[in-house]
């Protein structure tokens, strides 16, 4: 069967979390085409029998792939995953479809523009500096009085090559090890941002919007972790619409995606809440990632992915919409980020069925197969799975997310076992 369509959706790396878009689309009747922006990061859960067409940039040209995308009525262009957010919005300024400003792209990309961003437009935000060069650096941090302090490169995402640093040394041995490292975003790093350590409550913020228009789908606020350490929450516990905490940093977080130019679309936002108010860590104009939309949509009847499929579908009702979201009951859910405590190579089969006694598992995804390699979780790059716990009962949650890590470690520690 051939088909041809008027209104085509254009998902610029659909892998990751991004790759629940397309069968979204093609699920309401709508064809989607595929654009790759690079070969050098993991495609996880990319399937070219999503699309009706597929290009590719690593073998083509962003000239060559404007004039083949000519050929068809494109309804929307949208970044599936972070490494698509800088390639859709390239294309996007070539056609008339909602977007997001490409000349202020590096705004929602780059690390250090994106906390400047915040600043020129009067938006609270963590004091920074970034260079190319360790003695730039270095010099900085002497200035700045600073004694713990963030280093990460400005191209990069999630934990990798981030470190927290507490002295010149510690900084500068970061940089020396990172310089030049391809990371998990298929990019070099060449330039670093140092930011001044936010201390508070780290929450999470999910986001859609429309013609400038913002709406927070959903909250998250990150508990337990290793202090001093990046990234190591044991899990996230969705946060109640109408509680303080919600309406503070939604506030900031409208304001704050102003600033940097989001118009249109995702937005992945994590945000700490300190003594003098909220302040930006970072932004993606995307979806969020590691997230199991269906867990989302059963705690409150729409998502992140929801929202974003019905507002590029239909953007006149967005406002609509999202007034009467807000006024959708919500249940407790928790986040779990699975962690495996030992390493080595898988030599069983990892047995999911034991954790069919916990009447409020909601979702639960383990990537490792037998076979490869478990590393030790350290950060979020590293870890294994993750679980979506789900019910009216704090107390609930609580006894099963007990139980939930004790049959955890025994299913990684038997996976492991010859």
């Known amino acids: ?12 790396d659909g892998w990751a979390s991004g790759r629940y878009l397309a069968p979204a689309f093609v699920g309401r009747g709508y064809d989607c085409i595929h654009v790759s922006s690079t070969d050098k990061t993991s495609h996880a859960g990319y399937r070219k029998s999503d699309y009706i067409d597929n290009f590719e940039l690593e073998s083509s040209t962003p000239s060559a792939i404007l004039e083949r995308l000519r050929g068809y009525s494109i309804k929307a262009i949208v970044p599936g995953c ?25 705004a929602r990309r780059n690390k250090y523009h994106m906390i400047e961003a915040l600043r020129k437009a009067g938006v609270s935000s963590m004091k920074q500096f970034a260079s190319e060069s360790i003695s730039e650096i270095l010099a900085w941090y002497t200035a700045s009085e600073l004694k713990t302090v ?20 510690e900084i500068e041995s970061t940089l020396v ?3 030049g490292k391809l990371n998990v ?21 999910n986001s859609v919007s429309c013609g400038g228009d913002h709406f927070v789908t959903d909250m998250w606020i990150g508990v337990g972790g290793i202090k001093n350490r990046i990234s190591t929450d044991e899990y996230a516990e969705l946060i109640m619409r109408g509680t303080e905490i919600f309406e ?17 679309g995702a937005a992945h936002s994590e945000v700490m809440l300190t003594v003098n108010g909220p302040r930006l860590i970072e932004c993606g104009a995307r979806l969020t990632g590691a997230q199991l939309f269906a867990a989302v949509e059963e705690a409150q009847g729409y998502s992140q992915l929801s929202m974003t499929v019905e507002t590029v579908l239909n953007p006149g009702q967005f406002r609509i919409r999202a007034d009467a979201l807000r006024k959708s009951n919500q249940r407790n859910l928790r986040f779990v980020y699975m962690c495996s405590k030992s390493d080595g190579y898988l030599v069983n089969d990892l047995d999911l069925s034991q954790f069919d006694q916990l009447a409020t598992l909601e979702r639960m995804i383990v990537f490792p197969r037998i076979g490869e390699y478990l590393p030790k979780t350290h950060d979020t790059v590293g870890r294994p799975g993750y679980a979506f716990l789900l019910s009216d009962d704090n107390q609930a949650l609580d006894m099963d997310y007990l139980r939930f890590r004790e049959l955890e470690s025994k299913m990684f520690q038997d996976a492991l076992d010859a």
């Open 82 to 106: 972070e490494s698509g957010v800088v390639l859709a919005d390239l294309l996007a300024n070539n056609f008339d479809v909602p977007r997001n400003d490409a000349t202020t792209t590096q």
């Open 177 to 179: 090890s990172n310089h």
């Open 185 to 205: 975003m298929g990019v070099v790093n060449t330039e670093f941002v140092i930011q001044e350590r936010l201390e508070g409550i780290e929450l999470m913020v």
């Open 248 to 264: 503070t940093v939604e506030r900031y977080v409208i304001d704050m995606l102003d600033a940097i130019g989001v118009r249109n």
């Open 150 to 169: 963030i280093v990460k490169p400005t191209m990069g995402c999630r934990s990798d090559g981030v470190a927290l640093c507490s002295n010149a040394a």
């Open 1 to 12: 069967m051939q088909t041809r369509s008027k209104n085509v959706i254009v998902i610029v």
